[in-house]
């Protein structure tokens, strides 16, 4: 029996099936032309293999005992296998794979109730899974990435992965809030404090912490304290920071942080 092949990361077998020398080839389709049968030609020692190439069906295969796993391992294809009677469940059991089953037109509900993984069901939307009543959990492990789970909400998705996967998948400030990071997660993770306001509606116990370290003068020996607070109004910012400070010679680069960011200072 011809070894199965791994399927690559698509969950498809690579084209071509078993390995077969051309004169193999050659051979069999010398001793067809002559009218030699798939029987007879099996019973001379040439290999299902090389019959594949020379054009016989696995049907015919099949009627002289090549079995499925045979079928399978020399590169008949899972649309030639059902054709020829076979079952997606025993499909399964010789290791046709969730990908090329839904190529013939499986269904995810159908490859789940014979027994498939998350991780063997990659073929398919995250959000078709998540319908079918898979554990957002189980996807997550099985490899699906945010950008195919957002039908969960922000809040779910904070639950399951990093922020930087978050921000990898593209959600913004706002998204990244809902999902319940703060404002210093953010900035931590390369967002600009001004992105950070005008787009993610940042709580004022939130900002203070973070505009406390932001507005401390660099090279300054003055401490700086700072509290401020943020609201967005029809797409405007209106930042009010108050900061004291106990050094007037720190106001170049107080100047410098407020025009910077443009803050109104009280």
């Not at 159908?110 to 959990?137: I, K, N, S, V, Y």
């Not at 005008?198 to 939130?206: I, L, M, R, S, W």
Request: negative net charge; contains cysteine; proline residues 5%.
């Amino acid at each position: 029996m011809a070894a199965l092949e791994k399927a690559d990361d698509t969950g498809l077998r690579p084209a071509g099936g078993s390995e077969v020398c051309d004169e193999d080839v050659a051979a069999v389709r010398i001793l067809q032309a002559a009218g030699f049968d798939c029987a007879q030609l099996l019973s001379l020692g040439h290999g299902a293999a090389a019959l594949r190439r020379s054009g016989v069906a696995a049907a015919e295969l099949r009627s002289c005992g090549v079995d499925l796993a045979g079928l399978y391992g020399v590169g008949y294809s899972a649309k030639e296998l059902l054709q020829c009677g076979y079952t997606p469940l025993e499909l399964k059991q010789v290791g046709v794979t969730g990908a090329e089953l839904k190529e013939i037109g499986c269904s995810a509900r159908l490859l789940r109730d014979l027994g498939f993984q998350a991780r063997e069901l990659r073929a398919f939307r995250g959000r078709e899974l998540l319908e079918m009543g898979l554990e957002p959990r189980e996807l997550k492990d099985a490899g699906f990435p945010p950008q195919e789970l957002q039908s969960l909400g922000p809040q779910q998705l904070g639950e399951l992965f990093t922020l930087q996967e978050l921000r990898d998948a593209g959600l913004g400030p706002k998204e990244l809030k809902a999902a319940g990071f703060h404002l210093k997660d953010l900035m931590q993770h390369g967002f600009s404090f001004p992105e950070v306001l005008v787009e993610g509606g940042f709580p004022a116990d939130q900002i203070h912490p973070t505009a406390s370290y932001l507005f401390r003068p660099s090279g300054a020996t003055a401490n700086c304290h700072a509290a401020a607070y943020a609201k967005s109004e029809k797409s405007e910012l209106l930042l009010v920071a108050k900061l004291l400070w106990s050094k007037p010679k720190a106001n170049a680069s107080l100047r410098h942080v407020t025009g910077r960011y443009g803050l109104v200072i009280m």
